[in-house]
Each structure stands twice: as C-alpha cells, then as structure tokens.
C-alpha cells in the first residue's frame, strides 16, 4: 500500500501541469504551438476547482484524481471530426490560494480563473489557432467559468462543453453569502443573448439539483441534457463525477462528437 502510494505522489509533480493529451499532436519549438493550426479542433479543458484559499489539484492524465480529465475528452484527442484533427489541451489553473480578508462578488476565484482560461485562448490564437475551432470543455468550476466566459464573450471561441457545472461549492454546506453570489452569476448567465453550449447535469449531484441548472434550457443555443437514466443507466447518471464514469463515455460520446461536428458546420454556414 506504501509503495503504491509513493509511486503515486512520485507522478503527481509531473503531471500536475499543462499540457497536450498527445504531445505528438503538438510541436516542440513552443509550448503552445499546434501543427497545421488553422485545420485542428482544439479542446481546451478545464477541471474544477477547491476552496477559495488552495490551490487547485490537476492530473490530466488521470480519471479518477481530483482535478483529472474524464476519458470521454481524453478519448477525443487524435480523433478527426468534419475533416479535422482534434487536439486536447488540459490547462492546469495556475491561481495560487487566494488570501482575502473578505469575500467579494469581485475577488472570488471564479473570476480569476476567467481571466486565465481567456488569456490562454488568446495565446493559442496568436499562434494560428482559429477562434471558430475551439471548444472550452470543462467540469464543476471548469465548465461553470467556460460557461461566464461564453455568456460574455460569445465570439471568443465556438462553444462549450460542460458537465455538472457548478459554482458556490456543496449546496448543504453554502451560507447565504455564496448562495447570493451564486445568484449573481446566474443571473448574469441568464442575461446574455446566447450561450453555444452542450451542458450535462446529474441526479444526485451535492453541487446542483437537475432543477437548479434548469435555467440553461431557456437560454437560447443551450443544449442542456438533464441525465437520470433507467436501470445500469440510473445508477451512471449519478452524482457530481457522474462523467468520469466508462458508462457515460460509452454512452454520450457520440453525442458530444456530433455537437462538435454541428457547431463546426453552423458556422461554416454563418
């Protein structure tokens, strides 16, 4: 039990990082750089997020780690979809414990992992990558900021993806002050004209009822797949990680796949 344990966090300072889920996919002369840029779909995933004052985990090469990547996306590196290959980019947030002597709707952590994930963006941009052909993708936190960031600003990227986005931390556990935050950032969710997204929810999610992420259906271009599932499928469509599971990738990744080929066409057509 030791050794694996060691061997574990002997692999932890080595993965805990940035990176591309195939490095073969991506060239050696920047750390960013894409071959044959303007022709990739490029994944960017976001995972979620701890406390407000830690740092957050990120294994990307892991499904069953805090901060991992569900194998449904890591699944889709390499893949080609509308005569593309899709490149998978696991961006490990860099926002160190964030020391406040009050909370704010201002200086949460959401609002800098914003910032961050839109300055990565930019960066793959700048290096050849067309705006049209990228996907935030992300978990908890991760999706609900990808989220924000395309209510917002809707012609930074296609779309997102996101599965049990969430914000607030533990419902049972919330005060008042991080349920009127929540609120906050609903509304401005609500506010917006359009949000291109695919959005999973669960049953038995302590972050979010299905009922408290139902206000997505009504935003306009939101697909939003509330999931509860029959018999082996009412047991997999269950709980915050519910998409970390091999059955909702045996099940949902053809659906992922074709949002991805329609909203490449869509624009196209545009």
């Not at 395309?150 to 997102?160: D, F, G, I, Q, Y």
């Not at 029959?230 to 992922?256: M, N, P, W």
Request: charged share 20%; aromatic share 10%; glycine share 6%.
């Amino acid at each position: 039990m030791t050794l694996v344990f060691l061997l574990l966090m002997s692999g932890c300072s080595a993965v805990k990082k940035s990176q591309f889920i195939k490095p073969s996919l991506a060239l050696n002369s920047h750390p960013l750089e894409i071959e044959n840029p303007q022709n990739k779909i490029l994944l960017i995933y976001n995972h979620g997020s701890t406390s407000e004052d830690t740092t957050d985990p990120c294994f990307p090469n892991s499904s069953f780690l805090a901060g991992g990547m569900p194998s449904v996306v890591r699944s889709l590196a390499g893949k080609k979809i509308a005569e593309k290959d899709v490149v998978v980019y696991a961006f490990c947030s860099r926002i160190k414990g964030l020391q406040k002597t009050e909370d704010t709707p201002y200086n949460l952590k959401i609002r800098y992992r914003i910032n961050e994930i839109v300055s990565v963006v930019k960066r793959f941009t700048d290096l050849g990558v067309v705006a049209d052909n990228i996907f935030l993708v992300g978990h908890s936190a991760g999706g609900w900021a990808s989220l924000m960031i395309e209510a917002s600003n809707p012609n930074l990227v296609n779309s997102v993806i996101a599965f049990s986005p969430a914000f607030s931390g533990v419902k049972s556990r919330r005060n008042q002050q991080w349920q009127q935050f929540r609120k906050d950032q609903e509304r401005e969710l609500q506010s917006a004209e359009k949000i291109d997204a695919l959005i999973y929810a669960f049953r038995r999610d302590a972050y979010n009822s299905l009922d408290d992420l139902s206000f997505f259906s009504e935003i306009s271009r939101v697909e939003y797949h509330p999931l509860s599932g029959k018999g082996d499928l009412h047991r997999c469509y269950r709980g915050h990680r519910a998409v970390f599971k091999s059955c909702f990738e045996a099940t949902q990744s053809a659906t992922i796949i074709d949002f991805i080929a329609r909203q490449l066409k869509q624009d196209i057509n545009l």
